[in-house]
């Protein structure tokens, strides 16, 4: 008996450890497979669910206006509320041919530099009005919010593309003005509107470079004394200034701050810009046989009345 006990005792062990075994796997399995909806994930994991994500509904979009066709409105409406829903950086469709491209941008999210224009916006010295065309595309703000001007009267603008924009804007519910002044902006303000933010990209005084330092100081000094009686107690009034060779160049010489200040505003932040994240944003300079002013990296100053 004691002879056949010990293979019967091996057998049973060997059964068992392989019983063992097997429960190990099928529960590493199993916790795998389960437990991976209670695992937090990583902001790399994070991140590239919701592109997968994101980017399996935009293709929704695009078959269901492939089969019916979609009204421009109702394309960007659909992609803002996926860029909201997945938290993308940029979402903009542009023509391409007959259809449409969609390009998408979700990391880096640079969405705490971008310029605040939320509520009544008032953007002066627009140019071409690309910042504003920009800024609907990416859904920042609805079109009756804001008001764009342009230095330049209507009859003196040069660009038809400019003035087709400007109408493309109006039909949107955007206000577009010509012949505004950005330092006369207090000019009957008990009679106007005040405004929750009001922006001014890249402004220049024009003329020769040896005198430019001392007129774009006097030019900010003028402006954000006129815009501090058209901003409500507590909105913002920003201006952005290049960076040039010498990076400092406008800033040192300018002093945005101490003019601001002048004018009883503090400043809130300074950032810094980057063109790449207003897609469609050209600058353009009003002054007669200037160079395109390269605007692909500035300095952004936000300041506020209390």
Do not use: C
């Not at 097997?22 to 399995?29: E, P």
């Not at 437990?35 to 790399?44: F, I, L, V, Y």
């Not at 605040?116 to 627009?126: A, D, M, N, R």
């Not at 950005?182 to 405004?195: I, N, R, S, V, Y």
């Amino acid at each position: 008996f004691q002879a056949l006990a010990k293979p019967v005792n091996k057998a049973i062990n060997w059964i068992v450890d392989k019983i063992v075994n097997l429960g190990k796997k099928l529960w590493a399995k199993l916790k795998g497979k389960f437990g991976k909806k209670d695992k937090p994930k990583t902001p790399q994991e994070d991140i590239q669910d919701r592109w997968n994500r994101g980017l399996k509904e935009i293709r929704g979009v695009a078959n269901r206006s492939r089969q019916g066709g979609a009204e421009t409105p109702q394309l960007h409406g659909s992609l803002l509320a996926i860029k909201e829903k997945y938290r993308f950086q940029e979402i903009y469709a542009h023509r391409k041919g007959s259809g449409w491209a969609v390009y998408a941008k979700l990391n880096p999210d640079n969405s705490g530099n971008l310029i605040p224009i939320e509520g009544k916006t008032l953007l002066v010295g627009e140019g071409n009005l690309t910042f504003t065309e920009a800024n609907l595309i990416l859904g920042r703000n609805v079109p009756g919010n804001i008001t764009a001007t342009v230095y330049e009267q209507k009859g003196d603008v040069k660009e038809q593309r400019t003035l087709e924009r400007a109408e493309r804007l109006q039909q949107q519910g955007v206000t577009v003005e010509f012949g505004v002044d950005a330092t006369k902006l207090h000019e009957g303000a008990e009679d106007k509107p005040k405004f929750d933010n009001i922006i001014w990209m890249f402004p220049h005084p024009g003329g020769s470079r040896a005198s430019a330092a001392s007129r774009g100081a006097a030019l900010l000094a003028d402006f954000f004394a006129s815009a501090a009686q058209r901003i409500r107690p507590g909105g913002k009034i920003t201006v952005t200034l290049r960076v040039a060779k010498e990076p400092n160049y406008y800033v040192s010489r300018w002093r945005p701050v101490e003019a601001a200040a002048a004018a009883g505003l503090r400043l809130v932040s300074q950032n810094d810009f980057q063109q790449s994240d207003y897609p469609g944003y050209g600058h353009e300079t009003t002054a007669s046989g200037a160079n395109p002013a390269d605007v692909s990296r500035g300095f952004t100053f936000i300041f506020t009345r209390d």
